[in-house]
């Protein structure tokens, strides 16, 4: 009988230092990942306009996503934190091309991030096993 929880992913390393949470759960039908902040090799992108480090932070949520054998369709609801009013549209713009079709249920607030990045997004999915 499989585990009614399963770790998706490996450690999430960011600057040589390994956090303590899991980058995704999957928990029955349900996968949720862990908040993305836009990384290139294990290192925060600290510069870059709002829609690069968002393209970058969605397509991080998609290669989690395909772990939990996903993808953004998937996608039943997203939580957005952004550290400037000012970047909402060009975020949005980006967000929309990812997500035309059908778009999940989403919230968004701005909030001083623990990073020195620009955006982060959380997401859960809805995808039934076998």
Known sequence: MPSAKEVIGGPLVIGGRTL???RAIRAGD???LTGQIPMRDG???TTGTIEEQTRVTIELIKATLAEAACDLADV?????WLREREDFPGFNAVYAEYFAVDPPARSAVLNTLLVDVRVEIEVVAYK???
């Open 20 to 22: 303590s949470l899991s």
């Open 30 to 32: 349900m996968v949720y």
């Open 43 to 45: 290192v925060p992108m």
């Open 76 to 80: 039943v609801k997203a939580m957005v």
């Open 128 to 130: 039934p096993r076998g």
